[in-house]
């Protein structure tokens, strides 16, 4: 097996949860937290986490959440995992995603306007 590759570390993680529960989480955070793995695997590792050692869940997920160079919809899955396991962390990770998308321009920018404002109100009854 290739230990060196995305697919390789993520199976020794995986082999490790029946017999080191502790080892594995490790395993799975250094990969969560590894900016050069896969979004996708690195989500996938984040993931995980909380069913073997929360506090690494939430480092692994705020490292995906505030990592500019992970797409949005993975930083936001990532964000997502977070209120299981640090509400705290999770507010601050939604923060800085729509910041991120002020920064960088959000694919649907400019196009959305605000609805027109409804008819007016008709008169109330006589008091």
Excluded: K, W
Excluded at 15 to 23: E, F, I, K, N, S
């Amino acid at each position: 097996m290739d230990y060196d590759s995305d697919a390789g570390r993520m199976t020794a993680a995986e082999q490790l949860t029946q017999h080191d529960p502790r080892a594995a989480a490790e395993a799975f955070r250094a990969i969560a937290c590894d900016d050069g793995v896969g979004d996708e695997v690195r989500l996938s590792a984040a993931e995980q986490l909380p069913a073997l050692d929360p506090q690494a869940a939430a480092q692994a997920c705020l490292a995906i959440a505030r990592d500019n160079g992970v797409g949005d919809e993975v930083r936001l899955s990532a964000a997502e995992l977070l209120p299981a396991v640090d509400p705290q962390a999770a507010a601050e990770a939604f923060r800085g995603i729509p910041g991120d998308r002020i920064r960088h321009g959000h694919p649907l920018g400019g196009t959305l306007r605000p609805p027109p404002p409804g008819p007016p109100r008709p008169p109330g009854p006589p008091r």
